[in-house]
C-alpha cells in the first residue's frame, strides 16, 4: 500500500500501535507454566478490546489470534498444549485488521533465567533489525535492507534465514512489494515509492539459515535449519523521504 492521506495514515498507526500494545500485554503475563493457547488467549482479549481482528484467522483460517513459537520453531507457531518452561525462547507475532487496515509486527523474549548466548541474540536481534530500519527512505534500493541487515550478521558471527521475507502491508496482511530480502540480494532493483508500507523482520539465527515445515509438512509450524536458535524482530514502516516512519510502536 502506499499512503495517499493523513487518514490513512493515522488509521495504520492505531492498528500498530493495537498490534504493538497485544505484544507487550502477552510478554509481561507469559510465565512458565503457562501454555502457549493461554498466551493466545491473553492477545485475543487485548485485540477484542479494542475493536481488532487476528489477521491470520481472517485471512489464512490460522488456528491462533497470535502465532507464537518456541525454541527450534522460528516462525507460525500454533497456540496448543506446549508448556512453556524456564530458559525457553519465544517469538510472538501479531499482526490485526481494523477498519481496513493491517498492522504486523513480531518480537522475540527470553523466559528467565535467560542463558547469556541467548541475551546476546536477543539485543543482536533488535540492532538487526534497526539496521534494517535506517535504510528506509524514498527512492532508496530494497535491496539496500538486505545489504545492511547481512553485513551486520557477518560481522557478530550470526547467519539469517533466507526464506522468510518481509514484505508489504497495509489494505491486506501481504501485498506488493512481496519478497523483501533481509539478506544480501544484488537481483533486487526495487526503489522504495514515497508512502509504501513494508515490514522490516530480519531473521537472526546461531547457524540456522532455512526454515522448513515438518516431515509431513500437515503444520503450519516452521522449524530452524539446521536446528539453532534463532529470533525475530519486527516493525511495520513507511518509507519518506526524510526516511522511515514506524508504525508498530507500544504504549
Known amino acids: 500500500m502506499v499512503i495517499s492521506s493523513e487518514d490513512e495514515l493515522e488509521k495504520l498507526r492505531h492498528i500498530g500501535k493495537i498490534c504493538a500494545n497485544t505484544i507487550q500485554v502477552m510478554a509481561k503475563a507469559m510465565e512458565p507454566g503457562m501454555t502457549t493457547r493461554e498466551l493466545d488467549l491473553i492477545g485475543r482479549q487485548h485485540l477484542d478490546a479494542h475493536g481488532a481482528q487476528s489477521a491470520p484467522e481472517f485471512c489464512y483460517e490460522f488456528p491462533g489470534a497470535t502465532c507464537i513459537s518456541v525454541n527450534k520453531e522460528v516462525a507460525h507457531g500454533v497456540p496448543g498444549d506446549r508448556v512453556i518452561a524456564p530458559g525457553d525462547l519465544v517469538n510472538i507475532d501479531v499482526s490485526a485488521l ?33 539496521a534494517g530500519i535506517n535504510q528506509v527512505k524514498s527512492g532508496a534500493r530494497y535491496a539496500s535492507i538486505g545489504d545492511a541487515v547481512g553485513s551486520f550478521a557477518k560481522k557478530n558471527g550470526y547467519t539469517l534465514i533466507r526464506n522468510l521475507a518481509s514484505h508489504g502491508v497495509g489494505q491486506s496482511l501481504h501485498e506488493y512489494p512481496e519478497e523483501i530480502a533481509t539478506w544480501p540480494n544484488r537481483h533486487d532493483k526495487r526503489l522504495m515509492e514515497e508512502g509504501q508500507v513494508f515490514t522490516i523482520e530480519p531473521f537472526l539465527s546461531f547457524g540456522a539459515t532455512f526454515a522448513e515445515d515438518d516431515d509431513d509438512g500437515g503444520s503450519w509450524t516452521l522449524y530452524s535449519c539446521p536446528n539453532a536458535l534463532t529470533v525475530q524482530f519486527e516493525h511495520t514502516v513507511v518509507s519518506s523521504r526524510n526516511g522511515p516512519i514506524i508504525l508498530t510502536f507500544p504504549d
Open 98 to 130: 481494523k477498519d481496513g487496515y493491517f498492522g504486523d509486527t513480531g518480537a522475540s523474549f527470553g523466559v528467565a533465567p535467560v542463558a547469556q548466548k541467548t541475551s546476546r541474540l536477543l539485543r543482536d536481534g533488535k540492532r538487526a533489525m534497526s
